[in-house]
């Protein structure tokens, strides 16, 4: 698939564009142009007239279309994960995993779309029917972030597609090359071209009329809690659905009766995933005082096998962040950190290799009253907390306004059903640091989000329940 063939997406440097860069080398890849209010008006109406079209096909045909997109997907894999590296950073591998992730809702979604069922109530009276039926919320928006650029477009667009919804797709601004691609290939799987559309341009202007439009009866959000939160105000006046998937602080506590060797593991696995970038990566770990000692050490040497470069280097396992707000900020918490009394076990700068590349960052004896204890860092820093007993350690891990992830690594059976249960997130990682995959309900709460994406619960959020009742006398 060449995506730089297609010159009405991409286009030379004009004023309404989009200038977008590699942050491995600053080079610029494309200009993307901007949709303006009264085009995405027009993209409204569009769509609103194919979504009515796409709710009267049968579910199997949006089935089988939703295969063939999947299948295009795997035959372009290649060629979709040099563009997410160039355009985001992650190193191939990555990026190749993504693709897969992102394929696998669509295929998941697929057979989703045939699982659709009703229910019949026992009515109160003879001569009532009682039923529910569940039908296509309409036309959907969703803006998605940048640094899953195809996985949090396939978590929405595949349920909404399977259900019969249209849906327009924000994507970031710093990512928007992998979002054509699937716009691509989802138009030559056959899914008409209004259902599923891909919008950029300024940020506000869009999430404006998107958010006050009366025929978006849904919007589905990824990024921070901030940003949630402004767009929330946004669509009350117009009552829409919302699912928000925002900001984490996930706490990863290890118990002195761990595996260690899979602990690291765990640690290494969640918190360089993305060199850091993730919604779900240990933002806290807390290691209990018999183990600590040993942990801070192990995780020194594991550390040191992290390779830092270019995405499309061989080797490479972290790549650049996403920008300089990015060094910013995790320089900020490192500061704070030291300046307080935490020890700084390795890294702590901007790499050598310069641009936005920063250290795998360790620092241990950190406590709740720094700025890493309360913010998403978003950065390769593993930050160490002491502990003793499992109540401080439930009770500093629940100690925050987020709840998406949280992990915990133990060998006790009881413990392991008990900590979950106390831990007041919506995803628990019991010895393991990877939870991400198409059957689990993905989701938070608290100010974290709202609904679930993937799995079994995914396809409910496109759809309205319709209560029937049939009288027969
Ligand atoms: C995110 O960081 O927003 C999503 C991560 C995932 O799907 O695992």
Redesign the pocket.
Request: proline share 3%; hydrophobic share 40%; aromatic share 8%.
């Given at each position: 698939m060449d995506l730089f063939a297609h010159k009405d997406i991409l286009h030379v440097e004009a004023e309404q564009t989009i200038k977008v860069t590699n942050p491995a080398t600053n080079e610029i890849l494309a200009y993307v142009r901007k949709t303006n209010a009264a085009e995405l008006e027009t993209i409204i109406k569009k769509a609103q007239i194919a979504q009515k079209q796409w709710a009267q096909t049968l579910a199997e045909e949006r089935s089988d279309k939703l295969m063939r997109f999947y299948a295009l997907i795997l035959e372009n894999k290649e060629s979709l994960a040099e563009i997410m590296t160039k355009e985001q950073g992650k190193p191939l591998a990555e990026s190749l995993g993504e693709i897969l992730y992102a394929a696998s809702f669509v295929k998941w979604f697929a057979a989703e779309a045939r699982q659709v069922c009703g229910d019949i109530m026992e009515s109160k009276t003879k001569a009532q029917k009682i039923m529910a039926i569940k039908q296509p919320i309409g036309v959907c928006a969703a803006i998605t972030?940048w640094?899953?650029p195809s996985?949090?477009i396939t978590r929405k667009i595949a349920p909404a597609l399977a259900s019969g919804c249209a849906i327009l797709v924000k994507s970031a601004s710093q990512t928007p090359l992998s979002a054509y691609a699937l716009e691509l290939l989802a138009k030559e799987a056959g899914i008409p071209k209004d259902v599923f559309v891909v919008v950029n341009g300024d940020s506000n202007v869009i999430s404006d009329v998107l958010c006050r439009s009366e025929a978006i009866r849904k919007l589905s959000f990824?990024g921070s809690t901030k940003v949630g939160a402004q767009l929330y105000a946004k669509c009350a006046r117009t009552i829409k659905k919302l699912s928000m998937?925002l900001g984490g602080n996930a706490p990863f506590i290890v118990f002195d009766d761990a595996n260690l060797e899979e602990a690291i593991e765990g640690i290494m696995a969640s918190k360089f995933r993305n060199s850091g970038q993730?919604?779900?990566c240990a933002n806290r770990i807390y290691a209990q005082s018999g183990i600590y000692a040993q942990l801070c050490e192990a995780l020194k040497q594991k550390m040191q096998t992290l390779k830092v470069g270019n995405g499309l280097d061989k080797g490479t396992n972290q790549g650049p962040l996403i920008n300089q707000a990015a060094v910013e900020k995790v320089k900020e918490h490192i500061a704070d950190a030291l300046q307080k009394g935490a020890k700084l076990l390795s890294g702590g700068r901007e790499h050598s290799l310069g641009g936005t590349y920063f250290e795998p960052t360790l620092i241990c004896d950190v406590r709740a009253d720094m700025l890493v204890a309360r913010e998403e860092t978003f950065a390769p820093l593993a930050p160490i907390f002491r502990f003793e007993s499992e109540e401080e350690a439930i009770e500093a891990a629940n100690n925050t306004e987020f709840g998406l992830a949280a992990y915990f690594f133990t060998q006790d059976y009881k413990r392991q059903w008990r900590v979950a249960e106390s831990l007041e997130y919506g995803m628990v990682g019991i010895n393991t640091g990877l939870i991400?995959n198409e059957v689990a309900p993905?989701g938070g709460i608290k100010h974290s989000g709202l609904g679930r994406e993937g799995s079994k619960y995914g396809i409910d959020e496109y759809m309205e329940i319709k209560y029937l009742c049939l009288n027969l006398q």
């Amino acid at each position: 698939m060449d995506l730089f063939a297609h010159k009405d997406i991409l286009h030379v440097e004009a004023e309404q564009t989009i200038k977008v860069t590699n942050p491995a080398t600053n080079e610029i890849l494309a200009y993307v142009r901007k949709t303006n209010a009264a085009e995405l008006e027009t993209i409204i109406k569009k769509a609103q007239i194919a979504q009515k079209q796409w709710a009267q096909t049968l579910a199997e045909e949006r089935s089988d279309k939703l295969m063939r997109f999947y299948a295009l997907i795997l035959e372009n894999k290649e060629s979709l994960a040099e563009i997410m590296t160039k355009e985001q950073g992650k190193p191939l591998a990555e990026s190749l995993g993504e693709i897969l992730y992102a394929a696998s809702f669509v295929k998941w979604f697929a057979a989703e779309a045939r699982q659709v069922c009703g229910d019949i109530m026992e009515s109160k009276t003879k001569a009532q029917k009682i039923m529910a039926i569940k039908q296509p919320i309409g036309v959907c928006a969703a803006i998605t972030p940048w640094n899953f650029p195809s996985a949090m477009i396939t978590r929405k667009i595949a349920p909404a597609l399977a259900s019969g919804c249209a849906i327009l797709v924000k994507s970031a601004s710093q990512t928007p090359l992998s979002a054509y691609a699937l716009e691509l290939l989802a138009k030559e799987a056959g899914i008409p071209k209004d259902v599923f559309v891909v919008v950029n341009g300024d940020s506000n202007v869009i999430s404006d009329v998107l958010c006050r439009s009366e025929a978006i009866r849904k919007l589905s959000f990824t990024g921070s809690t901030k940003v949630g939160a402004q767009l929330y105000a946004k669509c009350a006046r117009t009552i829409k659905k919302l699912s928000m998937e925002l900001g984490g602080n996930a706490p990863f506590i290890v118990f002195d009766d761990a595996n260690l060797e899979e602990a690291i593991e765990g640690i290494m696995a969640s918190k360089f995933r993305n060199s850091g970038q993730t919604c779900v990566c240990a933002n806290r770990i807390y290691a209990q005082s018999g183990i600590y000692a040993q942990l801070c050490e192990a995780l020194k040497q594991k550390m040191q096998t992290l390779k830092v470069g270019n995405g499309l280097d061989k080797g490479t396992n972290q790549g650049p962040l996403i920008n300089q707000a990015a060094v910013e900020k995790v320089k900020e918490h490192i500061a704070d950190a030291l300046q307080k009394g935490a020890k700084l076990l390795s890294g702590g700068r901007e790499h050598s290799l310069g641009g936005t590349y920063f250290e795998p960052t360790l620092i241990c004896d950190v406590r709740a009253d720094m700025l890493v204890a309360r913010e998403e860092t978003f950065a390769p820093l593993a930050p160490i907390f002491r502990f003793e007993s499992e109540e401080e350690a439930i009770e500093a891990a629940n100690n925050t306004e987020f709840g998406l992830a949280a992990y915990f690594f133990t060998q006790d059976y009881k413990r392991q059903w008990r900590v979950a249960e106390s831990l007041e997130y919506g995803m628990v990682g019991i010895n393991t640091g990877l939870i991400s995959n198409e059957v689990a309900p993905f989701g938070g709460i608290k100010h974290s989000g709202l609904g679930r994406e993937g799995s079994k619960y995914g396809i409910d959020e496109y759809m309205e329940i319709k209560y029937l009742c049939l009288n027969l006398q």
